[in-house]
């Protein structure tokens, strides 16, 4: 079995962001890495333009399911999860696998033990249902042709990863993307300024992946400084 | 002034029809009546929202307009092109507003509203789910409109709150302009820094859209 990933979105109140923050690293990462098989891989934050403030989002990674069985008896009810919940207004709750193209599985990404101090990286985090029917041809079409296109092509904006809800684990069928803003003028160009109507003709890439979906939720988001995984 | 704010989540396949079926076909026909204009089109970048998203705004005078444009919707002489645009959407969500009298939007009148052709601008609305009295929110926001730098990354230009008051959701919303890509360069090079000019109304819940003005959009 591939590596699982727990992936929480948590509503904060506002001006808790910081305690909420430092509560994650100094002591619910601490938890979450004393189990055998789990790792806390990411921690990101809204951005100022992030379509929703006051939010947090953290990824733990379990390398299969016998990990991921002994974190939650183990957290389910523990002290520590209880110290999370009093930090929180709401959470939502994904379980996600890698698709076959996935680049974080790709790239072999080794998540550290512990926080790493280092540059902040922002990203679009998004969320997309397939027209109904159509996850696996939007699967086909992300391998075949996006994964093919350019940095260049994508304005800039790199994936890193390629997840879908498994079975217990929240919509279904859905894609995460979480994708890297490598290049800011690139990205100033896609958001500012209207796509030349040539590239959504017939025919054209952006046509045909409107047969697989047209509908996400994005999130501006960035990883926080001491991110295990930028 | 009142303001009718439509959020359409639109069929991806059909973003450019419904596009040119609101420039060539809807929108100029909306001021056909004299106590109603229309306002804006916007659509949401990827980065600034749902997908497919877009925001329209409609200036109605008073209450009085405002019932001779649902009329005109349901059964008049933009029935059956309203009707067209519905078949190009998934959803659509519509709201009444009382636009806020010293919004620089509400500077020129209704007939300040034009379908002109012009450059693309980039705006964010930011929708604040307030805990308190939704007049003090809008009084907080014409304070730091009065009080903002011309160097700010944004600047206010529009701020309107439901036409029921607290009977409704109490959410005020404010509009403003992206100075520049200069600016808007700075903001995403510097993600860990707060946007100058974005209004702050502490305790609120914010939900923000990023929108692109359309060339033809009235508001620019």
Same mark, same amino acid.
């Given at each position: 079995m591939s590596t699982l990933y727990l992936h929480q979105i948590h509503d904060l109140r506002q001006g808790t962001e910081a305690a909420f923050e430092a509560h994650v690293r100094d002591e619910w990462l601490p938890v979450v890495n004393a189990h055998e098989g789990s790792r806390f891989a990411w921690y990101g934050t809204a951005t100022?333009?992030?379509?929703?403030?006051?939010?947090?989002?953290?990824?733990?990674?379990?390398?299969?399911?016998?990990?991921?069985?002994?974190?939650?008896?183990?957290?389910?009810?523990?002290?520590?999860?209880?110290?999370?919940?009093a930090q929180r207004s709401g959470v939502q709750t994904r379980l996600l696998r890698p698709i076959d193209y996935d680049p974080w599985t790709a790239a072999d990404t080794a998540i550290p033990d512990g926080p790493r101090e280092g540059a902040t990286v922002a990203y679009m985090h998004d969320f997309v249902p397939p027209v109904t029917g159509q996850m696996r041809?939007?699967? !086909?079409?992300?391998?075949?042709r996006y994964m093919a296109l350019s940095s260049q092509a994508l304005s800039g904006?790199?994936?890193?990863?390629?997840?879908?809800?498994?079975?217990?684990?929240?919509?279904?069928?859905?894609?995460?993307?979480?994708?890297?803003i490598r290049d800011v003028d690139a990205l100033v160009a896609l958001i500012a300024h209207e796509i030349p109507r040539d590239y959504k003709q017939m025919g054209t890439w952006m046509w045909e992946a409107l047969a697989?979906? !047209?509908?996400?939720?994005?999130?501006?988001?960035?990883?926080?400084?001491w991110s295990p995984v930028k | 002034? $009142? $303001?009718?704010?439509?959020?359409?989540? %639109?069929?991806?396949?059909?973003?450019?029809?419904?596009?040119?079926?609101?420039?060539?076909?809807?929108?100029?026909?909306?001021?056909?009546?004299?106590?109603?204009?229309?306002?804006?089109?916007?659509?949401?970048?990827?980065?600034?929202?749902?997908?497919?998203?877009?925001?329209t705004l409609t200036a109605v005078a008073d209450v009085d307009a405002l019932a001779r444009h649902q009329e005109r919707l349901a059964t008049g002489d933009l029935a059956d092109?309203?009707?067209? $645009?519905?078949?190009?959407?998934?959803?659509?969500?519509?709201?009444?507003? %009382? $636009?806020?009298?010293?919004?620089?939007?509400?500077?020129?009148g209704l007939d300040a509203f034009t379908v002109d052709d012009h450059p693309t601008a980039l705006f964010r609305l930011d929708a604040f789910t307030v805990e308190g009295a939704v007049s003090n929110a809008v009084?907080?926001?014409?304070?730091?409109?009065?009080?903002?730098?011309?160097?700010?990354?944004?600047?206010?230009?529009?701020?309107?709150?439901?036409?029921?008051?607290?009977?409704?959701? =109490?959410?005020?919303?404010v509009l403003s302009r992206v100075a520049s890509d200069d600016a808007?360069?700075?903001?995403?090079?510097?993600?860990?820094?707060?946007? @100058?000019?974005?209004?702050?109304?502490?305790?609120?819940?914010?939900? @923000?859209?990023?929108?692109?003005?359309?060339?033809?959009? =009235? %508001?620019?």
């Open positions: 100022s333009a992030a379509r929703l403030a006051d939010e947090a989002i953290t990824i733990v990674a379990f390398d299969d399911m016998s990990a991921f069985e002994g974190f939650a008896v183990a957290e389910r009810e523990s002290t520590a999860t209880r110290a999370l919940r041809g939007y699967i !086909d079409m992300m391998r075949e904006v790199v994936l890193r990863t390629s997840w879908q809800t498994v079975s217990g684990g929240g919509r279904m069928p859905e894609m995460f993307n979480l994708s890297e697989t979906r !047209d509908q996400w939720t994005t999130r501006l988001a960035r990883s926080a400084t | 002034m $009142l $303001l009718i704010q439509d959020v359409h989540i %639109v069929i991806g396949r059909e973003e450019l029809p419904f596009d040119d079926a609101y420039h060539n076909e809807f929108a100029p026909r909306v001021s056909d009546d004299r106590g109603t204009r229309f306002a804006a089109f916007f659509w949401a970048p990827h980065g600034g929202g749902e997908g497919y998203e877009a925001v092109r309203w009707l067209e $645009l519905e078949a190009k959407q998934r959803n659509l969500q519509s709201s009444l507003h %009382v $636009l806020a009298d010293w919004s620089p939007l509400a500077a020129g009084a907080a926001v014409e304070s730091q409109h009065r009080s903002a730098s011309p160097h700010d990354t944004v600047s206010i230009i529009g701020c309107w709150s439901p036409y029921l008051g607290e009977l409704a959701e =109490p959410v005020v919303s808007l360069r700075a903001a995403f090079a510097a993600p860990t820094q707060p946007w @100058t000019g974005v209004p702050e109304l502490p305790g609120a819940r914010r939900l @923000t859209r990023l929108l692109r003005s359309v060339t033809w959009s =009235p %508001v620019t």
